[in-house]
């Protein structure tokens, strides 16, 4: 390994990646293609948002990574492990002292600090919102140019009209700013209300897909909805984590012979909570 | 139940990580001469499919994967994000490579000659003939180990395709960009120059090529070339001295070049009916995915014959996104990561849909 350059990509590689992201915070929901260079972790491992981590990480910065919530997770151990190595950046679990967080499929339960500066980094497998309903890039960028996100519109009414509701658990389409409809990254709809005016700068990258898109703090976030109907997240009502009790938060499920268990799904959330109620 | 089992364990994959070294991956005792010239080809797509040339690199890639040849190029790619790049070295043309096989099937006797060379092609492939049964190649011509120098004494060796060109029968592409572009630097939006489509074909998975190419020839598409030349060899990589400004020889690299000759089409430069061809080109030595390349480069931009209605290799968006192993091979591998978030989510939204539609 290259042990001479902070945080292991190349300099005129990070130089091109934050130009990339100053593009993309300046045009919220916008995404911008980029080289993308290959990282020692797999495509469809996180190497976009981790390019984007060592692209904007400095020595003061305080790391946290989570995969499905969880800091203790394969990706979020090799991530952080190697981030640390080539950085000597401080890691911590804690989100509220983290000022850069890498995640995977979740947004962390605890609040985010009002005075927008915390980055959260999201790992991207598909970036592009229109994939599902028209895979062609040059037709993707036309549409989205002139607003046409009639084919998703379509595709609600039809799942509407047959399944009662949108059949997208996750990765579901949000419009940015009342402008481009973007894809969040595969994080469960319980995120989706979270997003929306949230002080954190949110940060997307697509390694495999070499694109990147931004959300800059206090944005509006709607997910496409009809007037008409309801945006409903995963119910976990009457739930509480058995671990420590926490309520009203995204739960694990685990099934086993003995039932259904639930478990926080930020594992960090509910250590604390934990914590608290031990010491209460 | 414990709670770490749910966590995944950060011990556990650290010793996964030592269980895979220490007994899967028993490859520390092979020296990197015995990679290196008794694996050739392998060596040549780590670092074809890697886009590094160093055979140095390739031998560890191996020895540290086991062989994997998708992991050893992943090696050589991630390495290469490390290095800055110092600048760009003159063109390459096939036509002065230093060849060691040579061959056209468009034609009987070329310039330069049919020089079949060392080929596998023309082995039986049995394992009663035993390595040591056929006479060893002549030590007379073989300076060294390992390589002959090379066959033929001239400085260039047009292609095969060339006496075709010169009597105007070959539909010359009109080149509309300036310089090539370098999608190792900055990635396209369609439509695609045909720079960047033969950059990443160049480095794309060998396999990928070959099956993508195979539906073009087969019968989802029209090309069915005529190999016009076929070329392994070695090829001088010049660079301009930063000082003295002069060209200086840097070193020589292996590498594959394949130019295919297709049916005949109306010349968009002036309706006259002309022949059709595709370029292949790969570092180290790998034809099968030289002539891919070349069918594949052909298929995108000689279109019009197309029969069916299902163009796999004549759409540069299905080459552009889908040929390249480090990247299909990254992405089928991820679906091992947790998915419990987004698995979760699908359930409860299959729970909603069963209660609405089964009422």
Request: proline share 5%; charged share 25%; glycine share 8%.
């Amino acid at each position: 390994m290259n042990s001479t350059t902070f945080a292991f990509i190349d300099e005129d590689a990070k130089k091109e990646i934050r130009r990339s992201l100053l593009k993309a915070v300046a045009l919220p929901g916008y995404i911008v293609p980029f080289a993308s260079r290959e990282m020692p972790v797999a495509r469809g491992w996180g190497t976009g948002g981790l390019q984007i981590t060592l692209s904007i990480i400095l020595e003061r910065d305080v790391l946290k990574v989570i995969d499905q919530g969880c800091d203790a997770s394969v990706n979020a151990v090799n991530i952080r492990d190697f981030i640390t190595e080539v950085t000597g950046v401080k890691e911590t679990v804690n989100t509220s002292e983290a000022s850069i967080i890498q995640t995977r499929h979740r947004i962390p339960e605890h609040e985010f600090a009002k005075d927008e500066k915390q980055i959260l980094v999201f790992q991207v497998p598909t970036p592009e919102v229109l994939t599902t309903v028209e895979p062609d890039t040059a037709k993707q960028k036309q549409m989205h140019a002139n607003s046409d996100y009639a084919k998703l519109w379509v595709l609600l009414y039809e799942d509407t009209s047959q399944y009662g509701d949108s059949r997208i658990s996750n990765r579901y389409p949000v419009l940015i700013n009342d402008h481009y409809v973007m894809d969040p990254s595969p994080i469960p709809k319980y995120d989706i209300p979270r997003m929306d005016n949230s002080p954190v700068l949110q940060l997307f990258g697509a390694g495999r897909e070499k694109r990147i898109y931004a959300i800059p703090p206090y944005t509006s976030v709607k997910p496409l909805k009809f007037d008409d109907r309801e945006f409903k997240v995963e119910s976990f009502s009457g739930i509480s984590c058995e671990r420590c009790g926490a309520q009203n938060v995204f739960f694990d499920e685990v099934r086993r012979e003995t039932g259904n268990h639930y478990f926080c799904s930020d594992t960090e959330y509910c250590d604390q909570h934990l914590e608290k109620s031990n010491a209460s | 139940m414990s709670y770490v089992a749910i966590k995944g364990g950060a011990d556990s994959i650290r010793a996964s990580k030592r269980f895979f070294r220490d007994s899967i991956c028993l490859a520390k005792g092979i020296g990197d001469d015995e990679l290196q010239k008794g694996l050739i080809f392998s060596c040549d797509r780590i670092m074809s499919e890697g886009a590094l040339y160093s055979e140095k690199l390739a031998a560890e890639a191996m020895r540290r994967t086991g062989g994997d040849l998708f992991e050893a190029a992943f090696y050589l790619r991630a390495h290469r994000s490390t290095c800055r790049r110092i600048g760009e070295a003159e063109p390459l043309n096939s036509s002065s490579m230093r060849v060691l096989r040579r061959i056209s099937s468009a034609f009987k006797d070329i310039e330069g000659g049919q020089i079949l060379g060392p080929s596998c092609d023309y082995v039986i492939r049995l394992f009663r003939v035993k390595i040591g049964d056929t006479p060893e190649f002549s030590a007379a011509r073989s300076g060294k180990s390992g390589l002959p120098p090379i066959l033929t004494g001239n400085d260039s060796t047009p292609s095969g395709v060339e006496c075709l060109r010169r009597r105007d029968q070959i539909i010359v592409l009109e080149n509309k960009e300036e310089k090539p572009f370098d999608v190792s630097r900055s990635f396209p939006l369609p439509p695609y120059p045909r720079s960047a489509l033969m950059q990443v074909m160049s480095r794309g998975e060998t396999g990928a090529m070959l099956a993508f190419s195979y539906t073009s020839m087969r019968g989802y598409g029209d090309v069915h070339p005529t190999i016009g030349d076929l070329r392994i060899g070695y090829l001088s990589v010049e660079f301009i001295h930063p000082f003295t400004g002069n060209k200086v020889k840097i070193g020589e690299i292996r590498a594959t070049a394949c130019e295919s000759i297709g049916s005949f089409n109306s010349d968009p430069k002036d309706g006259k009916l002309r022949l059709a061809t595709g370029f292949g080109f790969c570092i180290g030595f790998n034809e099968t995915k030289a002539i891919a390349m070349s069918i594949l480069d052909m298929a995108m931009h000689h279109k019009g014959y197309s029969i069916g209605g299902i163009d796999i290799a004549t759409n540069p968006e299905i080459i552009m996104h889908h040929v390249d192993g480090i990247e299909s091979s990254g992405f089928a591998n991820h679906f091992k990561l947790p998915h419990y978030v987004t698995f979760q989510a699908d359930l409860q939204v299959l729970e909603k849909a069963k209660e609405q539609t089964d009422e």
